[in-house]
């Protein structure tokens, strides 16, 4: 009988402490490099896209919080131009924050912070799609995530099995809920039943594009670490489907990259 792992997603409020000083920056990169990613890729378009992005931040941001949290963003970055202080301030909004010391450790929940790392960039994917269409500018996020991925995942090609993956479901503070199966030596599949990131992204009610800024990372990702990773899925929760089923296979031990049969997803639950 193979062996079945379980993970339980963590709880959506229990509360997570960051610092300003290094969180904001490090989202502050993520964000900025997708603008950057535009103005290599469609030099044509980039100042209405900026200006379409500036607006979709102002939307979101009250003017009664701009002076609360200019103090903190002004001490980051004090050249930041309007458009990255208008999303450095729905950032803040996201994380409740209004202290002006970036050194104040502060304490925000697991879905703010989930808020705070996905919602910034789905405005600004969401802002490029609504000015050249939904083909193109998925067309433009998957190549960003493509590079993105590329450039910043550890790579390992030593690993002679999705190992890894395996020995991660022991751990805590899952932002999954999921069942995993190790079919053989080189092959894991996994069936995700719920997602702190779908729960964050569903209410959009966006599934292509929310798809294409979350789940599709997953592909280039799976890549990145090892070449000799493949990464397949059918269906995710986050484009209305029951579970994600998502199996790894290493070439170097299955004879056909062959995506697990429904079925055997179907037979994963959670009091396995």
């Known amino acids: 009988m193979p062996e079945t792992r379980c993970t339980v997603m963590c709880d959506a409020s229990e509360t997570a402490r960051f610092r300003p000083s290094t969180y904001i920056p490090q989202l502050h990169a993520l964000f900025g490099a997708f603008t950057d990613y535009v103005q290599e890729q469609a030099p044509e378009v980039v100042e209405p896209f900026r200006q379409q992005v500036l607006s979709r931040f102002q939307e979101q941001t009250a003017e009664t919080e701009k002076t609360q949290e200019m103090s903190l963003l002004h001490r980051l970055f004090p050249d930041a131009d309007e458009l990255e202080r208008a999303r450095l301030r729905y950032v803040c909004r996201l994380l409740d924050i209004r ?68 020995d991660a479901l022991d751990g805590e503070h899952h932002e999954t809920s999921e069942v995993a199966i190790r079919l053989h030596r080189g092959r894991i599949a996994f069936r995700v039943n719920r997602c702190l990131w779908a729960d964050v992204m569903r209410p959009l009610n966006d599934p292509q594009l929310a798809h294409a800024c979350t789940c599709y990372g997953d592909f280039p990702q799976i890549y990145a670490i090892n070449p000799n990773f ?27 990259i062959e995506h697990p049969d429904r079925p055997l997803f179907d037979s994963l639950h959670t009091d396995r």
Do not use: N
Request: aromatic fraction near 8%; charged fraction near 25%; proline fraction near 5%.
């Open 230 to 256: 493949v990464l397949t899925r059918t269906m995710t929760i986050m484009q209305g489907a029951p579970y994600c089923d998502t199996c790894i296979h290493d070439r170097r031990h299955v004879e056909s």
């Open 99 to 166: 202290d002006g010391d970036p050194q104040t450790v502060h304490t925000t929940t697991r879905f703010a912070g989930t808020q705070a790392r996905l919602l910034p960039a789905y405005q600004q994917m969401r802002a490029l799609c609504d000015l050249i269409g939904p083909d193109d500018g998925i067309f433009h996020v998957r190549g960003f995530i493509d590079r993105w991925m590329k450039q910043h995942t550890q790579t390992d090609d030593t690993l002679e099995d999705p190992s890894r993956f395996w």
